[in-house]
Every structure is written in structure tokens, then in C-alpha cells.
Nanobody, 124 residues
């Protein structure tokens, strides 16, 4: 089992940026898909982006219909630090949520080993 810990959340004004981190301990990341998700109050958790730890291949999906993620959200990894990042730019109030990371054996498979999440609040 891998233990995940998110950090980097906080309060930011609209138009601002944040970089979230997902650090792995325990058995660490190996041949897995690492995903970022978010859950706003009263809403279901939704997928944002994922990265394949072995190949570096990335995939992102719009969290808000009609509002592209790519160009606003970028996922990356640092092998030496066993950490996956989510860079978020041009933040808007609707991006306010708890952001969490998790792992899956491959893209399309269920995610698990969830971290505790980090709160992102965007003020208008």
C-alpha cells in the first residue's frame, strides 16, 4: 500500500495560481497511474488529471463543462522526490474544492489509496 500526502492548498484570489503536491511514502510510486481529483461542497468528486508514473503520459479532463482544463491545469512528476504536482493557473471561484490524489493500476481502472486532501479556496 502506498501512503499519499497532499499539500500546497490555500487561499488565492481569482486569476491566481497554486501548485499542489502529492508525495508518496511506503512503497512509493511504481508502475501506476497517479490522479488528481477535486470535490466541492455538496458535489461529487470529479477527476482532473492523471499521469503514468513509468511513462510520464498525461491525461486531463474538463472539470467544468465548456471550460478547458488543458492550459489551466498541468500535471507533472518528480521521480527523485516521489511526488506528483498539479499546477493550477487562472483560478476561478468554481475551482474552490478539496483536492486529493490517488493511484490506479492503469488509466481506466479504479483509483485508491486516497490522500487526506488539501483545501483550495479561490476568492472572488
Amino acid at each position: 500500500q502506498v501512503h499519499l500526502e497532499e499539500s500546497g492548498g490555500g487561499l488565492v484570489q481569482e486569476g491566481g495560481s497554486l501548485r499542489l503536491s502529492c508525495a508518496a511514502s511506503g512503497r512509493g510510486f511504481s508502475n501506476v497511474e497517479v490522479g488528481w481529483f477535486r470535490q466541492a461542497p455538496g458535489k461529487e468528486r470529479i477527476f482532473l488529471c492523471s499521469i503514468n508514473w513509468k511513462t510520464g503520459s498525461t491525461y486531463c479532463r474538463d472539470p467544468v463543462k465548456g471550460r478547458p482544463v488543458q492550459g489551466r491545469f498541468t500535471i507533472s512528476k518528480d521521480n527523485a522526490k516521489n511526488t506528483v504536482y498539479l499546477q493550477m493557473n487562472s483560478l476561478a471561484a468554481e475551482d474552490t474544492a478539496v483536492y486529493s490524489c490517488a493511484v490506479a493500476s492503469a488509466l481506466g481502472f479504479p483509483f485508491g489509496d486516497w490522500g487526506q486532501g488539501t483545501q483550495v479556496t479561490v476568492s472572488s
